[in-house]
T-cell receptor
Framework: GAGVSQSPRYKVAKRGQDVALRCDPISGHVSLFWYQQALGQGPEFLTYFQNEAQLDKSGLPSDRFFAERPEGSVSTLKIQRTQQEDSAVYLC??????????????FGQGTRLTVV | RKEVEQDPGPFNVPEGATVAFNCTYS??????FFWYRQDCRKEPKLLMS???SGNEDGRFTAQLNRASQYISLLIRDSKLSDSATYLCVVSPSGGYNKLIFGAGTRLAVHP
């Protein structure tokens, strides 16, 4: 399809396990964002990529969180040694750059992570 | 204090009612403003951008007051399909559209 695709849709991890969440942005979108949405809250910014460069990682909650986008398209968010407080929906969004047409951010359906 | 504050609701209204949501933001340097809609267990989707001059899209009207750092959304003639969470969103100045979300206001429209 033409939208943002995330996988897996659901992930159950045991506490202490490492997880990797994948995002396929819309083809040609330079900007890619990761957000974390806890139950009953709005999405919270985690990190931003412009092509393969990670320009803002100010929202990553700890050094257990790591994101990459090595070829400027697909991105992976990795969480090491998962904790119960990491349970949330992880949303990926992509957009064009400001000044390069419509800059609306399109979101994927998210990965629902449950740490048990 | 959160950067974007919204009344969490829920707002329970009958079909045909007019309902208004309000939102305040703390960063006076914020540059862009939006309302997003999020259905249960779905991703957020852009409802409309918000401009200082106010803007309307069918039954939806959005207003921005930069001096008061206040954003509003008015929904007229509510439909059952309007039931969702409405997220107030601001974007700080800068070269990319990082989005700062409020916690959302839940709307339930009943017959």
């Amino acid at each position: 399809g033409a939208g943002v695709s995330q996988s897996p849709r659901y992930k159950v991890a045991k506490r202490g396990q490492d997880v990797a969440l994948r995002c396929d942005p819309i083809s040609g979108h330079v900007s890619l964002f990761w957000y974390q949405q806890a139950l009953g809250q709005g999405p919270e910014f985690l990190t931003y990529f412009q092509n393969e460069a990670q320009l803002d990682k100010s929202g990553l909650p700890s050094d257990r969180f790591f994101a990459e986008r090595p070829e400027g398209s697909v991105s992976t968010l990795k969480i090491q040694r998962t904790q119960q407080e990491d349970s949330a929906v992880y949303l990926c969004a992509s957009s064009s750059l400001p000044g390069q047409g419509n800059t609306e951010a399109f979101f994927g359906q998210g990965t629902r992570l449950t740490v048990v | 204090r959160k950067e974007v504050e919204q009344d969490p609701g829920p707002f329970n209204v009958p079909e045909g009612a007019t309902v208004a949501f309000n939102c305040t933001y703390s960063n006076s340097a914020s540059q862009s403003f939006f309302w997003y809609r999020q259905d249960c267990r779905k991703e957020p989707k852009l409802l409309m951008s918000v401009y200082s001059s106010g803007n309307e899209d069918g039954r939806f009207t959005a207003q921005l007051n930069r001096a008061s750092q206040y954003i509003s959304l008015l929904i007229r003639d509510s439909k059952l399909s309007d039931s969702a969470t409405y997220l107030c969103v601001v974007s700080p100045s800068g070269g990319y559209n990082k989005l700062i979300f409020g916690a959302g206001t839940r709307l339930a429209v009943h017959p």
